[in-house]
């Protein structure tokens, strides 16, 4: 139990995607303008990561290992999340409309997102067991979502800061990253 | 043997997502009408209706068929076929030319140069400098900004006068030259338009058309009182003239009644010099 807390927290804060690992940047500074789309952004990718932990730990565990071909671990978490994705977003167009258009776009956007393949290609080489690819898996989408609604929260009060011409927009959002990073670097070696 | 597990893993994975296709009902209705329209829509995802792609803009026109009016969608004005079958899937009458929106450079032009300018030929970097080279700080510089970004190949820059000019015929109203422009001249106008007042001087104190352009407005009043229909408001916050293209007649009494040429007809824009080229062939 102590070790899944170990894992979620060090997903969370420790080895934040964003931050620390920097995985995900495209989000993190393409969806980051309004704190609505960005938490939408980061639930989808949370459940994103979630079901794709799942079905890369069971292919991985029952066809990878037994013949004995992980080095094929990327290609095959690529080709399996791309079809879990559209998977879902077909189910869930004909079943639920409304958590269809809540999703929009970002769904289709998950597909070839880097944090959900980093978080596959990571329970792979930890060998983490299902219940810990699972909890990393959700800390690691937590994280993403806490990083992106912070990034964003601050972005919506910078649009109404008085920022030199030059820096208005990207070059400003580029420093508050790094400051967020730094924040986060503090958070290293504690577990 | 990998080749062949990597292989076997696509194809269970195609299966699996045609088999989810075929297999689950689809149980959502409404989408039905969202799906006619977007099968008119050009499926660019251009955003000129302001929505976020076709998809989203027939969702909206879905919900609420007036919508069509206030923001249609530029492509679909342009083809009559596809036109038609949108009246059809939303039921309503649509009056293609009044809705069609054209662009309009606000500038006749003439505006003296006030000094020679060498520096990279964009309007973007002429207008860095003192907002350009011309007498007319508001005036179009005629660097073409507007016709390098035109799909339609409607703009051409009228060499007499050093001004763009947008042709109405060609135009889609895309709206692309209005972002382009730095000085702002370049504005959406109902495709009705039967006037066009061809001036963007903002300042009320010192009048242009006397010192700083043969073309600029001088808030003489003579169009409006030229205009025997009443199709001409002063408007006394801006002293400049507003047409109402339902009265207007195009008798052309205005522009006649102009000093300056500020007016011009807007269905002729840009065919005098086509005209001219014509005949010089």
Redesign the interface.
Known sequence: MSNLVAIFLGMVLINNFILVRFLGLCPFFGVSKQLGSAISMGVAVTFVMAIASLATWL?RNY?LIP?D?EY?NI??FI??I??LV??IE??I?????GLY?SFG?YLPLITTNCAVLGITLINATQNYSLSSSLVAALGGGLGFTLVLAMMSGIREKLELANTPKSMKGLPIAFIIAALLGLAFVGFSGII | MPIGILAAIGLACGLIIYLVYIKVPQKVKGLEKTEEITSILPGMNCGACGYPGCFAYAQALSQDPELVTKTPCSQVLQDPDSLARLEKALGCKLDAAAMCKKALVHCGGNSEVICDYSGAPTCKAAAQLLRGYKKCPYACLGLGDCVEICPQGAISIDPEKGVAVVDPDKCTGCGLCVTECPQELIELVPGGTKIAFLCNYKPLKNIPGRERCDYGCIHCRKCFNACEFGAIEWNKETALPEFDQEKCTLCLKCIEACPQNTLADFTKLGKEKEAELAAAK
Request: glycine fraction near 0%; proline fraction near 0%; charge should be positive.
């Open positions: 292919i066809i013949l071909i094929m290609v095959i080709l399996v791309a079809t559209q998977i077909l189910f167009k004909k079943t639920n409309l258009f776009i």
